[in-house]
Nanobody, 118 residues
Framework: QVQLVESGGGLVQAGGSLRLSCVASGTIFSINYMNWYRQAPGKQRELVAGITRGGTTNYLDSVKGRFTISRDNAKNTVYLQMNNLKPEDTDVYYC????????????WGQGTQVTVSS
């Protein structure tokens, strides 16, 4: 069984920075995609950033130039560096991991709250 543990959320003023981390534990040989999503109450969950095993990244238009996703394959960890945060970035952030082997699976973290005050 694979578990994801997120950390790094909190309260920050507009213009500030936070770094989210998500560690995958369990029997994992390799991971395909590692993504960050966010969701506000009553809204659909949206993809914020993603990174493939090869390092290819993609971002939500509204966070381009401010957020950076990275991963450490040796630690089965994905990071989201968030700079120049805005009040509209306030959401619960979730990581999602696609395990390739030994058993394929799609897993979600429990979520971490990010609150940006104006």
């Amino acid at each position: 069984q694979v578990q994801l543990v997120e950390s790094g959320g909190g309260l920050v003023q507009a213009g500030g920075s936070l770094r989210l981390s998500c560690v995958a534990s369990g029997t994992i040989f390799s991971i395909n995609y590692m993504n960050w999503y966010r969701q506000a109450p009553g809204k659909q969950r949206e993809l914020v950033a993603g990174i493939t095993r090869g390092g290819t990244t993609n971002y939500l238009d509204s966070v381009k130039g401010r957020f950076t996703i990275s991963r450490d394959n040796a630690k089965n960890t994905v990071y989201l560096q968030m700079n120049n945060l805005k009040p509209e970035d306030t959401d619960v952030y979730y990581c999602r991991v696609g395990v390739a082997s030994p058993t394929r699976g799609d897993y979600w973290g429990q979520g971490t709250q990010v609150t940006v005050s104006s």
